[in-house]
């Protein structure tokens, strides 16, 4: 099996992160599925925006959890890309619309606290409001993928984790809390045997964020589910 090709917050190196132009591109260049993040605006509506303010990829400043969804869509994000100017931070239905049955869409919550602000019990309504047949939902906070299981144990769940995180995140230890199908792993903590492991227990293998051919070449020789790439176009050609 070929691993999926799954565009890194859309196109991202070719059109601004997290907008519906990055997504409409990514397929365009052959991704199997985009991966996007989610937050709550101040007034409870998920948008799909990496970062906790718009400083970096609009031309705004502030907090996304502390603007209503007017006032986010009053921005641009475009991120300097001349092209793409007068792109919008959307929400999640909107892209979950605009992706209809093309592709997997990996929803990443972005959550660190201990309690909810209402996140997923949002983007559930979100996935229900719009029908969307193929979604993914990640996370790097356990609690957060355990409330999604709660709300709704149908939908898939991946567990992110990195090298640089508390050995307890790291390592994968709330699996059980989690009842994740899929592991994403940074591609760094990926080898051989990870894989098969993985796969023994029933779990797929999301990688990310793989952008160089030789890479994406061992990894999906390793029998990796899906590579998560900036570049769909670089990849694709890569597995095929």
């Given at each position: 099996?070929?691993?999926?090709?799954?565009?890194?917050?859309?196109?991202?190196?070719?059109?601004?992160?997290?907008?519906?132009?990055?997504?409409?591109?990514?397929?365009?260049?052959?991704?199997?599925?985009?991966?996007?993040?989610?937050?709550?605006?101040?007034?409870?509506?998920?948008?799909?925006?990496?970062?906790?303010?718009?400083?970096?990829?609009?031309?705004?400043?502030?907090?996304?959890?502390?603007?209503?969804?007017?006032?986010?869509?009053?921005?641009?994000?475009?991120?300097?890309?001349?092209?793409?100017?007068?792109?919008?931070?959307?929400?999640?239905?909107?892209?979950?619309?605009?992706?209809?049955?093309?592709?997997?869409?990996?929803?990443?919550?972005?959550?660190?606290?201990?309690?909810?602000?209402?996140?997923?019990?949002a983007v559930l309504a979100a996935i229900e409001n719009t029908g969307a047949p193929r979604v993914l939902i990640s996370s790097f906070?356990?609690?957060?993928?355990?409330?999604?299981?709660?709300?709704?144990?149908?939908?898939?769940?991946?567990?992110?984790?990195?090298?640089?995180?508390?050995?307890?995140?790291?390592?994968?230890?709330?699996?059980?809390?989690?009842?994740?199908?899929?592991?994403?792993?940074?591609?760094?903590?990926?080898?051989?045997?990870?894989?098969?492991?993985?796969?023994?227990?029933?779990?797929?293998?999301?990688?990310?964020?793989?952008?160089?051919?030789?890479?994406?070449?061992?990894?999906?020789?390793?029998?990796?589910?899906?590579?998560?790439?900036?570049?769909?176009?670089?990849?694709?050609?890569?597995?095929?």
């Amino acid at each position: 099996m070929k691993p999926l090709v799954i565009a890194h917050r859309g196109a991202s190196a070719y059109a601004p992160e997290n907008t519906l132009a990055a997504f409409q591109l990514a397929f365009e260049l052959g991704a199997d599925g985009i991966e996007l993040d989610v937050s709550l605006t101040r007034d409870g509506i998920p948008v799909v925006i990496h970062d906790d303010t718009v400083d970096r990829t609009t031309n705004g400043r502030g907090v996304v959890n502390q603007m209503t969804l007017a006032q986010l869509q009053q921005l641009d994000a475009s991120n300097q890309m001349e092209q793409y100017r007068g792109e919008k931070i959307p929400t999640l239905e909107e892209v979950l619309r605009a992706v209809g049955k093309r592709g997997l869409v990996n929803i990443e919550i972005k959550s660190t606290g201990l309690k909810t602000n209402g996140v997923e019990g949002a983007v559930l309504a979100a996935i229900e409001n719009t029908g969307a047949p193929r979604v993914l939902i990640s996370s790097f906070n356990p609690l957060a993928l355990r409330r999604m299981y709660l709300l709704d144990p149908r939908l898939p769940r991946g567990l992110l984790y990195a090298p640089r995180l508390p050995i307890y995140l790291r390592r994968a230890w709330l699996r059980p809390l989690v009842r994740p199908a899929a592991l994403h792993p940074h591609f760094s903590m990926v080898t051989r045997e990870l894989v098969a492991w993985a796969h023994s227990k029933g779990y797929q293998v999301n990688t990310w964020t793989v952008d160089e051919p030789d890479v994406a070449q061992r990894l999906s020789e390793w029998g990796v589910d899906g590579i998560i790439t900036n570049k769909p176009d670089v990849i694709r050609k890569i597995v095929g």
